[in-house]
């Protein structure tokens, strides 16, 4: 019979009840099933704990107590470890639990403000073996954190800084350096990235599937065209809304050698034009593109829409609202036949989120 992961969540983190030990067979947490029969409350045995997820469900609100008693023990076999919008009170905790995690391949941050670069050289020491780092929204870490971060953890495949306006081209630089089987980036609205560290990308990551850059300004035609040839092969997600740089030649380059695209987000690259499009014409095949998000394009018309709907037999979302040339009745009167399970967004608030195209970005 197949072993049961063994799972804890904040749900039965408090103590001082009598307990038993985790068994074979027993079932982890679900949707209605928010607390593990194999870890009652009171537990305390975290030997073979290899889960450690501590979001709030609705109905078992994660307490302070509840946290302060579980962070600073050992997790000898915990894998993963959730945790998210940390109290500063638990920064110091946070660290001691990674200490105690030599297993760790998974770790989400998100929202921890308090988080700093001290925390870099507790994994850097203790975590060889983590793989996923998600530390969107901790504002406070810098270059010299994550630089410190991948001395020791060299087998990052999954890194999200989002939001983290304090780190630049030298920590990007000298992560892709270290961690050549990146396959995830994100580093939407990372203010102080530029073509240096996409430049660092292209010549160590060549097997990068998703790729964010959102928000980062300062990133040129030069940079991403140069990762995009490296990494064609392999690159499937693709996110660089307000690249205000970003001209028609990144974007033929993307549409004519990406044939694994399925999702692309050009929105807001204001200097784009229908001649972005050819591209997808020169390839002479079919594109498994997806996703298209391509709000807020001034220059486009519905000559761009006719080549990408000649193209992409397979999108099920397009994006074109602030595109003041391209509405549902200038395409209509173009005669245009967009595909049936296609979700055409024309108006609305740009503040509006899809759960579909979610899921890909």
């Not at 074979?24 to 947490?29: A, I, R, S, T």
């Not at 784009?272 to 002479?284: P, V, Y």
Request: net charge neutral; proline share 4%.
């Amino acid at each position: 019979m197949e072993r049961r992961r063994r799972t804890l969540t904040a749900s039965s983190a408090s103590v001082g009840s009598e307990s038993r030990a985790p068994r074979d067979g027993d079932l982890e947490p679900g949707p209605d099933l928010p607390c593990c029969s194999g870890w009652p409350t009171g537990s305390r045995d975290s030997s073979n704990l290899t889960f450690l997820n501590l979001l709030p469900a609705p109905s078992f609100p994660v307490s302070r107590t509840q946290i302060s008693l579980l962070l600073p023990r050992a997790f000898p076999a915990c894998i993963s470890l959730i945790l998210t919008t940390a109290k500063k009170t638990y920064k110091q905790r946070i660290s001691c639990c990674c200490m105690g995690c030599h297993n760790l391949r998974k770790l989400e941050l998100v929202g921890c403000r308090s988080i700093t670069d001290d925390l870099f050289q507790a994994l850097s020491e203790n975590c060889p073996l983590l793989e996923e780092l998600n530390l969107a929204g901790c504002f406070k870490i810098t270059d010299t954190g994550i630089t410190q971060l991948v001395c020791g953890c060299r087998q990052i495949k999954h890194l999200d800084v989002s939001k983290c306006g304090k780190i630049g081209d030298p920590g990007i630089s000298r992560v892709a350096k270290a961690c050549s089987s990146l396959s995830v980036v994100k580093l939407l609205d990372c203010c102080n990235v530029g073509d240096k560290a996409i430049l660092s990308l292209a010549e160590s990551c060549h097997h990068l599937e998703s790729l964010v850059i959102g928000g980062c300004r300062y990133i040129s035609d030069d940079s991403v065209r140069t990762l995009v040839l490296s990494c064609y092969r392999s690159l499937r997600i693709l996110r660089m809304d307000w690249c205000s740089n970003i001209t028609d030649l990144t974007v033929s380059t993307v549409f004519s050698n990406c044939r694994r695209l399925e999702a692309f987000d050009i929105g807001s690259c204001d200097k784009i034009t229908d001649m972005a499009f050819e591209g997808l014409a020169n390839t002479g095949s079919e594109s498994g593109l997806k996703v298209l998000k391509m709000t807020c394009l001034p220059r486009i018309t519905v000559l761009a829409i006719t080549m990408i709907l000649d193209s992409c037999k397979a999108l099920g979302y397009i994006d074109l609202r602030s595109c003041q040339h391209v509405t549902k009745q200038s395409c209509e009167q173009a005669g245009l036949l967009f595909p049936e399970s296609c979700k055409i967004n024309f108006m609305g608030s740009l503040a509006e989120s899809d759960a579909y195209v979610d899921s890909f970005f």
